[in-house]
């Protein structure tokens, strides 16, 4: 098994910025994809950005320029830099880890801009 604890999150205005953090802790291989997905409410959970353990990164277009991604293998965390916050980031963002094709999730952080 595999547990997912994220921090970050919270209420900050438009334009303002936030950073994400999740560390995984238990059955940790060292071949895995780490990301962010979100779920605003009354939608679908969505891909935010996603890192490979050998670097490659992936963004949903909605994000591109505005977050990044970023991991340390060392201590095997994640991390989600959000700036250029807008509205439509309102969602509940969900740590999410790939290993030997099973997804493990955390308990989700809401991330909450206002107008």
């Known amino acids: 098994q595999v547990q997912l604890v994220e921090s970050g999150g919270g209420l900050v205005q438009a334009g303002g910025s936030l950073r994400l953090s999740c560390v995984a802790s238990?059955?940790?291989?060292?071949?895995?994809?780490m990301g962010w997905y979100r779920q605003a409410s009354g939608k679908q959970r969505e891909l935010v950005a996603d890192?490979?353990?050998?670097?490659?990164?992936t963004y949903a277009d909605s994000v591109k320029g505005r977050f990044t991604i970023s991991r340390d293998n060392t201590v095997n965390r994640v991390n989600l830099y959000m700036n250029s916050l807008r509205p439509e980031d309102t969602a509940v963002y969900y740590c999410?880890?790939?290993?030997?094709?099973?997804?493990?999730w955390g308990k989700g952080t809401l991330v909450t801009v206002s107008s």
């Open positions: 890192i490979a353990s050998g670097g490659t990164t």
């Open positions: 999410r880890r790939k290993q030997s094709g099973i997804d493990y």
């Open positions: 238990g059955r940790i291989f060292s071949i895995n994809s």
